[in-house]
Structure formats: C-alpha cells, structure tokens
C-alpha cells in the first residue's frame, strides 16, 4: 500500500529502532530522562529557544502553548483555517476557555494590517474594559490547511512585529516548520527567532513514531510544564521515544527537499489529468491538495485503495495527499498511474 493520507504514517525504520532500543531512560516527570533532556535542550537550541518540553503530540504542544500564555477570558487571534481551531476538537474554548478571533487569509499567510484590524483599539467613550484582553497571535507554518505553504520570512516577522506592538505574543504552530526551513532556505531559528513560544513536531515528515516538542523561555517552558501534567501529558520512560526524535533529527531533515520534490511531480500530473483542478505552482512542500470536477473525493479514494494507494478525501469534492519518508520515487511513478487510470488522460 502507497500511504498518501499523511505524513504521520510513516513506520520507524531498523535504524531508528535501534537507537530507541539502545536509549537511556529514567523517569521524565522527576526529570530524570537523560534522552528527553537531550532532546530539549538540542531542539530548543536549534530554534535558538532557551528551553523545550516533550509533549506526546503536536495538539498538546499547541494547547499546552495557548494555555500557558493565557488566562480563561482571554481572547486568541488565529487563521480559520488554522490546524489549532479546525481539528483539535474545540481545545482553544474547551480546556484553556479562551475565545478565538478569526483570520480570513490566503492559504494561511496574512500581513500585520489583519492583526491590527482585529486588535481591540481603546474607543473614545466606551467603558474601560469592554472587550476581552487580545493576548494571542498562532501562526501556523508551513500552514496545512492553505496547502502546505511556507511564510515568506520577511511577512512572517512583519505580521509577528505587529502583534507584539499590540502587547500580544506569538505562537507558532511549527509542526512541519523543518518542512518550512528546508523549503525557504532558512534555519528554523530565522522563524522561531520572531515568536514566543514555538510548537515542532517529530511524528511528521521527520518520521519519528511519536511525540512533538514545545519551546520558548526558561519561565514559559516552566509555566507550561504544569499544564502538561494537567493535560496528562507527563511521560515517564520517555526515552525510548525521544530517541527515535533525536535520530529523526540527524537523519531525515535535509531529506525533506525529496519530498517536495515528490509533491511536486504528483501535482503536476495531476494538472495534466481532466476533471482536476490543481495549481501545482502553489504545491511548495510535501502536501497538495486538489479539486475534483467529475467525481466525488470518497469514490476516488474507495478507487485508488482498491489500485494500492491511499489518499485522503478532505471533503465532498477534495482530495489531500502528503509526500513523507516511506514515498518512494517508484511511489510516486505508480501513484501517477494509479490516478491517471482512474482519471484518464487529457
Ligand atoms: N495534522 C494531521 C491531521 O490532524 C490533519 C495531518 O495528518 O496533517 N499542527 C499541524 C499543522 C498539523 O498538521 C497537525 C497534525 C498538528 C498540529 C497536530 O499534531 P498531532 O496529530 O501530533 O496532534
């Protein structure tokens, strides 16, 4: 089976089994660990942060973060289409009880005019204390939703400078940020550098089995430690996985421009196929998403696993796939046959 749906299917390899299978554990909640503190401190460092915190999975690195720079009352400002308010099942209101305030962008990437627009400004006349405190900016890079695109850096600090003119702070949902790094050309650290707090996850293109990573100043990282262990995110021997970071962190970053390159040969024979619409100069990392004219999106993914290649309907009529570690290029030459049989050719 050809894998599309994402690139969290991936299955650690014999190497990175062994470094799992060889790690030094001890139990992470007394600090004790010596592979997570390991982790910490080399992912922390690579996004020039003071400190980082493992966390299970890139939802709670993202909800630690919100609750952690926030107060119940408070409000978040984040893109409507954003991974934080699309699919994490209501956390932001839920568990941290803050109200999100929306951005309507362009493939997830907005300038500082759309924070300011949505930043409570002090009217002449109207009682102090009106409107809830605005405390938060997410930004989410590369942006999943708006079809894997990557910040422009000189955007991302412009819109992450205006939000901290307004006393907010930044987050940025940074699960594919290596994706982002690799694409832009740039060291991670050149987008973390503009952010308080940033979320990375191991457990997607890197192809690590588990486990995401928060990072920011010692006295955030500190604050957010607590409610990792109130969101039941404290791990004990949580080495064995952190190991399986670490080796990912060594081994699969540079590896990353395969990927892309992947999405982009599927994108542009699918351009090639009638009935879909895609603009494959929009595909910029390892995710694509399409439109189908003439079928619906479940009838074609029911057609392609039953040729061997799983993709993912995202809705009545889309259809996302994802480019990862376990994508071959022979992959990628039968997943083309595969939806140029289903499809036809032009
Ligand atoms: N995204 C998953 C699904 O939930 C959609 C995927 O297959 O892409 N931020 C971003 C930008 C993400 O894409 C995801 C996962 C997360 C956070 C959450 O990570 P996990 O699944 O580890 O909680």
Not at 37 to 52: D, V
């Amino acid at each position: 089976m050809i894998d599309l749906r994402s690139d969290t299917v991936t299955r650690p390899g014999p190497a990175m089994r062994a470094a799992m299978a060889a790690a030094e554990v001890g139990d992470d909640v007394y600090g004790e660990d010596p592979t997570v503190r390991t982790l910490e401190e080399r992912t922390a460092e690579i996004l020039g942060k003071e400190a980082g915190l493992f966390v299970p999975s890139g939802t709670m690195a993202n909800q630690v973060a919100i609750r952690a720079h926030s107060e119940p009352g408070d409000e978040i400002i984040a893109d409507a289409h954003s991974h934080i308010l699309l699919y994490e099942r209501a956390a932001p209101t839920a568990v941290s009880g803050v109200m999100p305030r929306l951005v309507q962008s362009a493939a997830g990437v907005f300038d500082g005019d759309a924070v300011r627009a949505l930043v409570h400004g002090p009217l002449p006349g109207m009682p102090a204390g009106l409107f809830p405190p605005t405390r938060l900016l997410c930004l989410e890079n590369t942006h999943n939703a708006g079809g894997g695109t990557v910040w422009p850096l000189p955007t991302f600090a412009e819109t992450a400078r205006e939000a901290r003119r307004h006393g907010l702070r930044v987050h940025c949902d940074g699960a594919r940020l290596w994706n982002a790094a690799v694409a832009a050309g740039v060291p991670e650290k050149a987008y973390a550098e503009h952010c308080d707090s940033v979320a990375v996850c191991f457990s997607k293109g890197l192809g690590a089995p588990i486990g995401s990573l928060l990072a920011g100043s010692r006295a955030f990282i500190d604050r957010a430690r607590r409610f990792r262990g109130m969101f039941g995110g404290g791990m004990r021997q949580a080495g064995v996985i952190a190991a399986a970071a670490l080796y990912a962190l060594d081994h699969h970053r540079e590896r990353l421009a395969e990927d892309h390159a992947h999405a982009r040969k599927l994108a542009l024979a699918l351009a090639d196929l009638p009935g879909v619409a895609i603009d494959p100069a929009r595909v910029e990392t390892n995710i694509l998403y399409f439109r189908l004219e003439k079928m619906a999106a479940a009838r074609f993914a029911e057609a392609c696993e039953a040729r061997g290649v799983r993709v993912l309907p995202i809705g009545v009529d889309t259809v996302r796939l994802v480019t990862h570690l376990d994508v071959a290029p022979a992959d990628v030459t039968r997943a083309i046959e595969v939806f140029t049989a289903i499809l036809g050719r032009g």
